[in-house]
């Protein structure tokens, strides 16, 4: 035996899901979490009702016969019981696959197949949906959660009555190692066929941790979370898994995602915590200022509420809108594959008593990365760009909660480097405090006689502008210039395009000439993805003749 030999005295103990949902039941019992059923109504749990019912879910799946490793789908909204799942499924040893509910009934059938679905979990209220994909599928038990009170009659189980069966005083919570799958999301798959991306223990509980921390989430158990993003896509951000370890309120807003509805919502929990894309706040800011006139006393906004708002670029004059109301805008940038916190723009110390066009400024950016995750950007020639704020390239990222493959998927090399890091698809910047700043999607830059166009820098402009609430600029084939930007715009209530005027705007903010839209195209709505953001693909189709 060599004498300097040495290991650790740690436990060998491995990271576990298991862990926060005993806490929840253990220290939390009387935080509350509110989810707003179909009719509108607010059913009230505590974290005690939800610890009880979790482990009667996992016993209940294993008594059906659920499998280590088994797939279990959720096409469910925002609620409890999806909650329940997030543990429940894990606890039993399954892996929960969150089936995105705005997809086509064709799309959700090919991905609950290409994942292996065995169980299904369902809202009464999908039903149809289901019935319109089920035959193309191979359920072996249908789950569906009794919201509206009415039968469904079918060989399906009921959500509420199987629970209520299950006794779970020899509940044992199936053993696993931390690098056990818990759950799974498919990409949305605008280019190409959807992918899985896996998530294990560790690298939920590490990426539960990091989004915890003071800079990010800053998750108390008085906070009162108000979780806009959907719980079936990239984990709702990791929030549902960062309440149950704090023990923080839950609000959510079940299928009622309605600018109206979110801010009755917020009247009857008012939140300290909220999260959603920039489509979201902008519906809810418009509607909400619009009702000052008529109503001023219909609706309040939480005054000093944080927000992550991400998913999208966050538009400068969002942020502004929501500060005159005194609720700050934090922006993150993820994706499904990277759990999905990545960067944060928050007010680091060398800012702190920077100007407000600063603040807002950096807080328009995507943001600084997150501990434990590993960033670059890779210019053309696959070189690592300086930050200074000018080059900018593809952003790679690697860490312990970024996925390293697809489910069952070759490792191309698109996706991923030769040494192992995520290629994302994003261009980006990054300055010499760490800032990234997303120029656009590689697919959404707008090429225009060689020299490129950022579309997002064109429609956070135009959003600053008085008379436009919305924006998306794609970029359409033009024989001379290859390709040339196109806005396209949702005006003010009672505003009029003065494409004069907007030019002359953009020019102010430092566009050339030749930089700005050919085009203004003035539409009622811009269309959405099925995470709720701009869907310039559909744009691209309407617009491209
Ligand atoms: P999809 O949008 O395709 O459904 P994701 O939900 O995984 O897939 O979205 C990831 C993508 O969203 C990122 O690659 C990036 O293009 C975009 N995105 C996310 N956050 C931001 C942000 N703060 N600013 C700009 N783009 C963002």
Not at 42 to 49: E, G, R
Not at 77 to 105: D, K, Q
Not at 145 to 171: K, R
Not at 228 to 242: C, D, K, L, Q, R
């Amino acid at each position: 035996m060599n004498d300097s030999s040495i290991v650790s005295t740690m436990m060998p103990v491995h990271l576990s899901l298991n862990h926060f949902l005993e806490r929840a039941g253990l220290l939390f019992a009387t935080n509350e979490v509110i989810s707003r059923r179909p009719d509108k109504s607010y059913l009230h749990h505590t974290y005690a009702d939800i610890y009880t019912r979790t482990r009667q879910l996992a016993q209940a799946l294993l008594q059906l016969g659920l499998k280590k490793g088994d797939r279990v789908a959720t096409l469910c909204w925002n609620h409890h019981v999806h909650l329940e799942c997030y543990f429940g499924i894990p606890a039993a040893g399954g892996v929960m696959h969150t089936l995105n509910l705005r997809l086509s009934a064709d799309e959700i059938a090919w991905i609950a197949n290409d994942a292996k679905d065995r169980f299904l979990i369902v809202d009464d209220v999908l039903l149809p949906l289901l019935n319109q994909f089920k035959d193309q599928c191979h359920f072996e038990k249908i789950i569906v959660v009794p919201f509206t009170g009415q039968t469904h009659g079918g060989p399906e189980l009921d959500y509420e009555t199987l629970l209520s069966q299950t006794d779970t005083t020899n509940f044992q919570y199936v053993e696993h190692h931390e690098d056990d799958p818990v759950s799974m999301c498919y990409t949305s798959g605008t280019t190409g066929k959807p992918k899985g991306v896996v998530y294990s223990h560790r690298s939920t509980v590490l990426h539960t941790l990091v989004g915890c921390l003071g800079d990010f989430w800053s998750l108390k158990s008085t906070d009162v979370v108000f979780p806009v993003t959907p719980m079936f896509h990239a984990n709702s951000w990791g929030i549902p898994y960062g309440a149950m370890m704090m023990g923080a309120k839950l609000v959510f807003p079940g299928p009622h995602l309605h600018p109206e509805d979110l801010l009755d919502c917020m009247q009857y929990a008012p939140p300290t915590l909220a999260l959603g894309v920039p489509t979201i706040w902008m519906g809810l800011i418009q509607t909400y200022e619009n009702a000052l006139q008529t109503q001023p006393n219909r609706w309040h906004l939480p005054k000093g509420m944080r927000s992550l708002v991400g998913g999208a670029a966050v538009p400068q004059a969002l942020i502004k809108a929501f500060d005159t109301h005194g609720i700050w805008i934090m922006q993150g940038w993820g994706m499904t594959e990277t759990s999905p916190l990545c960067t944060v723009s928050y007010t680091k110390a060398e800012f702190a008593d920077a100007s407000d066009d600063e603040k807002y400024r950096r807080a328009a950016m995507a943001g600084v990365p997150v501990p434990l995750v590993d960033l670059r950007i890779r210019d053309d020639n696959g070189l690592n760009a300086a930050w200074d704020g000018q080059q900018v390239g593809e952003i790679q990222v690697s860490g312990p909660f970024i996925t390293g493959s697809y489910h069952q998927v070759p490792v191309q090399a698109d996706k991923f480097t030769d040494d192992g890091w995520l290629r994302t698809g994003d261009v980006a910047s990054v300055d010499a405090a760490g800032f990234v700043r997303i120029t656009d999607r590689t697919k959404d830059l707008i090429k225009s006689g060689g020299e490129w166009i950022s579309s997002v820098d064109l429609e956070n402009a135009l959003m600053a502008h008085s008379t436009i609430a919305e924006a998306a600029v794609i970029a359409i084939p033009d024989i001379k210039w290859s390709e040339r930007p196109l806005a396209c715009l949702v005006l003010k209530p009672g505003a009029t395009l003065d494409a004069q005027e907007l030019g002359n705007h953009l020019q102010q903010m430092g566009f050339a000439k030749w930089q700005l839209p050919d085009r203004y195209e003035l539409l009622d709505q811009i269309p959405r993805t099925s995470t709720g953001k701009f869907y310039k693909l559909r744009l691209r189709e309407m617009f491209t003749h």
